[in-house]
C-alpha cells in the first residue's frame, strides 16, 4: 500500500486515490463464486 502510495504520488501528485478491503464486486466481467 505504502509503495502504491508513493508511485501514484511521484507520477501525478495531484491524484484521488481510493484504497479500500473488498468483499464483493459486482458487474460485468466478474464472475461469481460457485
Known sequence: ???LKK????EDPKAFVIITDVHEVVGEGFQGIE
Open 1 to 3: 500500500e505504502i509503495r
Open 7 to 10: 508511485l501514484v504520488r511521484e
